[in-house]
């Protein structure tokens, strides 16, 4: 009886332990790519299972991940991008200004 009481109590915290790095939080940064100047207002989203905006310093926090997931990212002028989750907690996501791409491939062209 002891022995089952036990065997009970460690199937319960490997179950806790599993569910609490499902669950696991994902902090970072917004910011932008050619200032490094933090972007307040992005959008940053899990599809489906969590989305947050950053703050004044560029800050986000999503409180649920997913396995195998995208992260998405968008903010008024910039362009957006699509970031495969590999299971980190902290990321730095820069972002460039939308036309970024475009004018330096005109400005090259002209030289």
Same mark, same amino acid.
């Given at each position: 009886m002891k022995y089952m009481r036990i065997v009970i109590m460690l199937m319960m915290a490997?179950?806790?332990?599993?569910? +609490?790095?499902q669950e696991a939080a994902l902090q970072g940064?917004?910011?932008?790519? #050619?200032?490094g100047q933090a972007i307040a207002g992005?959008?940053?989203?899990?599809?489906?299972?969590?989305?947050?905006?950053?703050?004044?310093d560029g800050r986000f926090q999503l409180k649920k991940t #997913?396995?195998?997931?995208?992260? +998405?990212?968008?903010?008024?002028g910039y362009a957006s991008r699509t970031l495969a989750?590999?299971?980190?907690? +902290?990321?730095?996501?820069a972002l460039y200004e939308e036309g970024y +791409?475009?004018?330096?491939?005109?400005?090259?062209?002209?030289?």
């Open positions: 490997a179950f806790a332990f599993s569910m +609490q790095a940064k917004v910011y932008d790519a #050619a200032t992005a959008s940053v989203s899990m599809p489906g299972v969590a989305s947050d905006y950053s703050d004044n #997913a396995a195998n997931a995208v992260i +998405q990212v968008k903010a008024q989750y590999l299971g980190q907690t +902290q990321l730095e996501i +791409q475009c004018a330096k491939k005109l400005f090259s062209v002209k030289e």
